[in-house]
Structures are given as C-alpha cells and as structure tokens.
C-alpha cells in the first residue's frame, strides 16, 4: 500500500496560531518521559538489578576475614590430666584469626552468575524503553486528543453561530409579520441544540486537557500541531513488521529472559564439578584447650572440595532451570505474535482511515455547496426553513467527522512507529539513561 499520497489531507489540521511558550509534541514527550513514574520504576528496577552485577563479580575477588574472640574456658582432656591430675582446667582463652580465601575454579558458576545477572539487566533496560514507547504513545494520544476537542469546539461555535444568523433572519421575518411562528419555534429548538453541542464539546475538551496533565504533568499551554510523520513509514505491512521484530523493545526483552534462563541453567551444572581454592591462614591464640602459652599457625593451601552426594538437590535444580528455558522461550514466542499482532493493527486502522479520508472530504464539499445553495433557495421561498436548517447540520456533522478522522489519521501513524519500537525515535526524543544495554 503506497502512503504518502494519501496523507495530503493532514495539512488540513488545526491551524491556529501559537504563542511564543506554546508546546510542541517533542517537548511534551520529552517531558513525559522524563517525569512519568512508570518509566522511573521501571529505570530503578534496571537499576537495582544491574547492581546484581557487581554482586556476582565478586565471585572472581578473594575473601579475607578477621576474626577475634577472648573468654572463658573450661577444658578436660588427657592432657590436662596428664599435666597435673587434675579433670577439668579453668584459663582464659584468647583467639586471632586471618584467613584469605581466593576462588580458583568453581565449576563456571561465577562467570554464568555474571552472565545471567547481565541478562536479566539487560530484559530490565528493554523494559524502560518498552515503558518510555507505551509511555510516549500515551502521551502522544493526551496531545492529539486535546488538538482535536479544540478543532471540535471551533467548529461547534462556528455552528452554534450560524443558528444564530439564520434565527436572526427568522425573527426579522416574524418581525415584518412575513414569518411564521412554527419556524420560529424550529430555529430557536435548533439554536438551543447547538447551544447544548457547544456546551458538550467544551466539556471533552476540558475532559481531554485534564487527560493531558495527568499523562504529561503539565497543564496545557498552548499546543502546536505536530507534523506529519508520513515519511516515517514504511512503504508495506512486510516491512513494518521486519522492523518491528527486530527493534521493538518487548521482543528484546523476552530475548534477554532466555539467555538468563540458559545462564541460569549453566549456573546449576557448577555443583557437578569441583571447587578450588588457594587459601591463606594466620592464628594467634592463647591458652587453648587448657595448655598454657600460646599457639600460633601459618597456612597456604590449595583446597579441593568436590560434594559426591546431597539428596539429589542439585539434580532436581538442574531439572528446574531446564524447564525455566523452555518457560521463557514460549513467553518469547508469544511476545514475538503479539508483536506481529499490534503492527498488523495498527497498519489496518491506518489503512482503514486512509481510504474513508476521500469520502469524507467529498462528504464536506458536497454538504456544505448544498448548504449554500439551500440558503439562496430559502432567500427566494423555494425551500423550507427546515431545509436549511437540516442542511446546516449536515455541514456541522459532515466536518466532525472529517476532522475526527484527520487525527485518527495522525494517530494511526505514531501508533504504527510505536508498534514498531521507532516512536521516540522518530520524535527525536532520547531514551532514559537506564535503557542502556549492560552487555555492550
């Protein structure tokens, strides 16, 4: 489907002028993204889990523990009887230990705990940049919403205004005793119906500024039609969907939880294997077991510990993080339809209004030569005020729609960048600092 010839009727939108402190769509974004609390929750939960980092690096890095103790003891034991006969022996006891431990092979549980925690940060940043998308999407919707109620309010006055000319004329009528009272009776129930309309419409757009602060933070100060992103799209559906299964941020992050679920599988085959250590240790004691001076040690070690059996534990954890692979794989593959699934729709409510735009133009051109042609038969008594009246409407009902479907228009395309993990990008609007991929 060929889109940029259609979108030409988007330079119909709302024209009206902007003060100097007017707001574009670039900024409110911006704005949005920086202050939104789900995007914040979703950047401190990154940024908790990239902490877990730093947690299993530590791995690598040798312990060392200090240790010293001082009390009483209490000892029988065949050399304190041998020494002076006597069963039990009552001293002081003083201990000092130091002790450095560093990892030298640990079945690879450090490396994949590193890798998994990596994975799991980087499933975190996607999830900001899903956040910030959805978020900048939402806040797109608020600045177009109250563009359009605006529109709607202006062409509700415009109506609301021309009842009002044509009671006026009624009136002169009734006036000059040419008129009837039926008519007059018609007109002034129109008026009041327009009255009513301008009056609802002025509600939605208080509703639709209201919508505004919330998902932006800001009350409305004047808003600038954002420009078409038309140019932004691709040229078919195929192509839509090819960047969005290789950009949008949700397929990406379903991607990271299987390569932390596989990690984490990794993890648990590392009790299958030995663990060694070297090992440095100094003791200084005093008065122990009941022997009288002190005891000092100085160790260097290399330690093997190799556990041979514990119930079948780390079998069933082996077991577990298997089926936690195949857990995240299939909610990838679900991710990967439900991808598929919302450019699909997107494009469709494109396309939908693309090829309806032409006929409500046609719609307006049509209503409102009818309307004019109508008042000059009304001028000349060939038609009845009810005629006009109606024809009136027509134009009024006619414009909403068209206006209607110029934002939806414009909407269909963000929501389509959006489906396609590309809407920040296309508003040139930066993504939060906690998107940043831990494994580059």
Known sequence: MKLKPLMTSIALLLGASASLSATTLQEAVDTTIKTNPDVLAASNERNAVSE???????????????????????????????????????MNRDEASLNLRQMLFDGLATKNEVRRHTARTDARAYSVFGASENTALEATQAFIEVLRTQKLVELATTNFEAHERTHDQITLRSDRGVGRTADMDQSRGRVALARANLIAEQSNLRDAETGYLRVIGEAVDGLINP??????IPETLDEAIGQALGNHPTLKSANADVESANAQHDTANAPFLPRIDFELGATADNDLDGVDGHNNDLTAMFRLRYNLYNGGKDTARRQETAHLINQASEIRNNTHRQVEQSVRLSWNALQTVNNQMRYFELHVTSSEKSRDAYQQQFGLGQRTLLDLLDSENEVFTSRQALVNAQYDQL??????????????QSLEVALPEAAEIASN
Do not use: C, W
């Open 411 to 424: 909407f269909a395309m963000y929501r389509i960048l959006n489906s396609m993990g590309a809407l920040l």
């Open 227 to 232: 420009q078409s992103p038309v140019n932004q």
């Open 52 to 90: 877990e980092i730093k947690q299993a690096r530590a791995g690598y890095f040798p312990t060392l523990d200090l240790a010293i103790a001082t009390g009483f003891e209490s000892s029988d034991n065949p050399t304190t009887r041998a020494s002076d006969g006597h069963e039990n022996v009552h």
